[in-house]
T-cell receptor, first 112, second 112 residues
């Protein structure tokens, strides 16, 4: 089955710790995206990648980092600089940049 | 900048009732419009889309028509089921931009 997988489903972070959220797609999509969802709000764009080895900041990139070394993978690291990391994180991909985006199941990050 | 405004929820309906969720947008260009649905604890699923004025998107009994004159993309379903209980997000993607702009989401609960 083609699709987007995110792991883990739940992730706990201690103070001062960096954590990495995984996003993998086997749709052969060029573009990938990371969004953050807070309760009662829409999604906000953290980072996006148009193509492998390229990525750009979105609206709320501070405290986050990404890499795009492989076409199918776009991991997101939540660094200790992100002071309010508790949220639901959603990864998406599209066949080409600016085309329809499809979403993974999400990772819920909680701070201990 | 681009923005999307959705009617506030929550919305509670009985089975077989008619559902309407209002969505209006502000965009400088000619955006594509989307409705995504999020079931409890899951990621977003594309429900339907429309890419130009007067287009009607439809899927699973849901419909929405792209109205440029009223800058609206209201979601409708004639007879809802309990399984339609979810959060519905209206979104737009401007052809000159890369990102999806989301509304805040509308929570719909359908009671048997």
């Amino acid at each position: 089955d083609g699709g987007i997988t995110q792991s883990p489903k739940y992730l706990f972070r201690k103070e001062g710790q960096n954590v990495t959220l995984s996003c993998e797609q086997n749709l052969n999509h060029d573009a990938m995206y990371w969004y953050r969802q807070d309760p009662g709000q829409g999604l906000r764009l953290i980072y996006y990648s148009q193509i492998v080895n390229d990525f750009q900041k979105g609206d709320i990139a501070e405290g986050y980092s990404v890499s795009r070394e492989k076409k199918e993978s776009f991991p997101l690291t939540v660094t200790s600089a992100q002071k309010n990391p508790t949220a639901f994180y959603l990864c998406a991909s599209s066949r080409r940049f600016q085309e329809t985006q499809y979403f993974g199941p999400g990772t819920r990050l909680l701070v201990l | 900048g681009d923005s999307v405004t959705q009617m506030e929820g929550p919305v509670t309906l009985s089975e077989e009732a008619f559902l309407t969720i209002n969505c209006t947008y502000t965009a400088t260009g000619y955006p594509s419009l989307f409705w995504y649905v999020q079931y409890p604890g899951e990621g977003l699923q594309l429900l339907l889309k429309a890419t130009k004025a007067d287009d009607k998107g439809s899927n699973k009994g849901f419909e929405a028509t792209y109205r440029k004159e009223t800058t609206s993309f209201h979601l409708e379903k004639g007879s809802v089921q309990v399984s339609d209980s979810a959060v519905y997000f209206c979104a737009l993607s401007d052809r000159d931009d890369y990102k999806l702009s989301f509304g805040a989401g509308t929570t719909v609960t359908v009671r048997a």
